[in-house]
């Protein structure tokens, strides 16, 4: 599900003021010129989070067998009428790192001390001022990223930025079929993002996630192109509209019927507990 935060465009005008403000004190030339409107390469609204596998168990994702179960249990519920596992459709922010699939368009603004990934209604910042991870911060959907610009063919100019985010907040999954990240909170995303090396229009992004729901180290190449054929890209606003026809009620999900009455979603299912009633 794809929508923008209205507040976005003062956000968006602070990075801009900020720019500005740093601009004497910042060589352009030594970074890459990633300007302009960013979409990501093939895919849709609900491309699967690694676009090399089918969606759903399709991804195989490294789950342990606790995580698998959970997983296995979300879809089922969806089939059998309940609100389905992913949390976007109740107007959740998709997060960190579901969010940089780039399902609608976005923009990178590089200044000396952060990058800036206009995203959705997520703003992300990454530090590259040398700071280190805070021992206490408050977890947020796009979470706590800290980068480095690295010089991979020693000419000189940076060309790839390595990024490390975490502070999480949930619930979050990696794409709409709900593949679940562990309820701890303690995922790391890393990421390596840079140019393909023959067409700088086209962004490569190696991302790493570290979770405890996984058995190890999970990673998938996203790819962006620039949108060239716009001298001046045009940016929409996505709202998010949440399907209020669905209530729920404890673990149960219930729809609303024209007259405002709770009806069942699934044959034999129970009517809500009256413990949730005052």
């Known amino acids: 599900m794809g929508y923008r935060s209205p507040t976005g465009a003062f956000?968006?005008?602070?990075?801009?003021?900020?720019?500005?403000i740093g601009a004497r004190a910042f060589d352009e030339t030594k970074y890459p010129n990633w300007k302009g409107q960013w979409v990501q390469l093939g895919g849709n609204q609900d491309s699967p989070w690694d676009p090399t596998k089918p969606p759903g168990a399709g991804q195989q994702a490294p789950l342990t067998p606790e995580y698998q179960a959970i997983f296995e249990a979300s879809v089922k519920s969806a089939a059998d009428g309940g609100l389905g596992p992913d949390p976007?459709?109740?107007?959740?922010?998709?997060?960190?790192?579901?969010?940089?699939?780039?399902?609608?368009?976005?923009?990178?603004?590089?200044?000396?001390?952060?990058?800036?990934?206009?995203?959705?209604?997520?703003?992300?910042?990454?530090?590259?001022d040398g700071r280190k991870f805070p021992d206490d911060v408050e977890p947020s959907f796009a979470g706590t990223s800290i980068g480095q610009w690295q010089d991979a063919d020693g000419d000189g100019r940076f060309d790839s930025l390595v990024m490390e985010t975490r502070s999480i907040k949930g619930p979050h999954t990696y794409d709409a079929s709900g593949i679940p990240f562990h309820k701890d909170g303690e995922a790391v995303v890393t990421e390596k993002?840079?140019?393909?090396?023959?067409?700088?229009?086209?962004?490569?992004?190696?991302?790493?996630?570290?979770?405890?729901?996984?058995?190890?180290?999970?990673?998938?190449?996203?790819?962006?192109?620039?949108?060239?054929?716009?001298?001046?890209?045009?940016?929409?606003?996505?709202?998010?509209?949440?399907?209020?026809?669905?209530?729920?009620?404890?673990?149960?999900?219930?729809?609303?019927?024209?007259?405002?009455?709770?009806?069942?979603?699934?044959?034999?299912?129970?009517?809500?507990?009256?413990?949730?009633?005052?």
């Open 11 to 20: 956000a968006f005008a602070a990075v801009l003021t900020f720019s500005i």
């Open 88 to 128: 976007t459709a109740r107007c959740i922010p998709a997060g960190v790192p579901r969010v940089m699939i780039a399902a609608q368009p976005m923009e990178i603004v590089i200044t000396p001390d952060v990058t800036y990934f206009v995203l959705e209604q997520t703003l992300r910042r990454v530090y590259t």
């Open 193 to 278: 993002l840079y140019a393909d090396k023959t067409n700088p229009n086209i962004l490569h992004n190696e991302i790493t996630t570290i979770d405890h729901a996984l058995t190890r180290p999970w990673t998938v190449m996203r790819s962006y192109r620039r949108d060239d054929r716009q001298t001046q890209p045009e940016w929409s606003e996505f709202i998010c509209n949440e399907d209020t026809s669905h209530v729920q009620i404890g673990d149960q999900n219930y729809k609303l019927s024209p007259e405002g009455f709770l009806m069942p979603v699934r044959r034999g299912q129970k009517p809500p507990d009256l413990k949730h009633f005052q």
